[in-house]
């Protein structure tokens, strides 16, 4: 006999506000007002959003049900899209466990894992990135014990951005870049990657100041223009800096198109955008902001032209190529040695 946790009854970790029309949305109601449209629609997902739990069981279930009869999109697998996905820390590292990747209907049940030894351990299950979720329930054999790990309370690293934050095309939900580097931290992070949309409107920065993040990760520039660069990076930085005066903050640089070398052209608007946002940079380190940091965006999917299936969005390769880029600053942000 299976018994069923729903996580709610414990919490996520990801969820940067508790004032939600929907427990599992990531902007607060009052958001729905001052935020584009899009945006609010698509943070009405629970990107980047994970449950931490302890058991001894040798299976663990999970049933789920979800907003959107839409399981997958091209290139975006199921088990990413709208499946969960499943880590074990082994002592020193988050290691992966499986994943909810058969999913085919909103209501869906199945086993995570199974065949395990009996050994107590700690789990993080991160849930869909791109289907909205209306509940989660983990489900263990009768007899294996359970504990439920409410949310971690280091402050979290807030990634704020594009599509490519949100988690396309990441073939299982752990795979996004952000939920990486979150396990090689071990600490939690907060996704408002929004497709499409990561374009730093000031309202957007008045909202994420209101986290008490131990740093913010600014990765909008495949969703803006050269236009948009110039009139909006540097205002909202200042609307973070204004707000939170101590907190590092990280430029992300955009990525080149894998195939750009072949594109001349559409490389060229690249560089264009790039020097822009680097000028932004030196010229409000120069202005006297302080903790500010920025991360070329050249090699973020490798020098190889294979991390991306479409030229724009990353595969799991072009994730964890991501990953690495950005870890070493941000590991040194957080302390660690």
Known sequence: MIKWHDIQDWGVEGK??????KYFDRLPARAQKVVPEPVWNLSRTATGMAALFETDAPAIHARWKLGSDQMNEMNFPAAGFSGLDLYAWTGKTWRWVGAGHLVKEKNHEQPIIEGMKPVKRKYILYLPMRNPVVQVEIGIPGG?????????????????????VHGAFSSHSGMVHTSILGRWLNRPV????????????????????????????LDCLP???IKEVVERVENFV??????????????????????????VALLAEHKKK????????????????????????????????????????????????????????????????
């Open 16 to 21: 940067g506000w508790n004032d939600t029309v």
């Open 190 to 217: 907060i996704n408002l990657g929004f497709s499409g949309n990561g374009r730093m409107e000031p309202e957007l920065a008045e909202l994420i100041a209101g986290i008490d993040a131990k740093i913010y990760v």
């Open 223 to 225: 969703n803006m223009g």
């Open 238 to 263: 200042r609307i973070l800096r204004k707000k939170r005066p101590r907190t590092p903050i990280v430029l992300v640089e955009d990525r080149p198109h894998t195939n750009s070398w072949v594109r």
């Open 274 to 337: 790039w020097k822009a946002h680097l000028k932004i940079y030196e010229n409000l380190r120069k202005s006297g902001i302080k903790d500010l940091y920025y991360i070329k965006g050249k090699s973020l999917f490798g020098d190889d032209s294979e991390g991306s299936p479409d030229s724009s969005h990353p595969t799991d390769l072009g994730y964890m190529r991501q990953a690495e880029a950005m870890y070493p600053l941000l590991r040194r942000l957080c302390g660690k040695s």
């Open 144 to 164: 294996s014990s359970f504990k439920a790990v409410p949310p971690r309370k280091e402050k979290p690293v807030v990634f704020y951005g594009t599509s490519i």
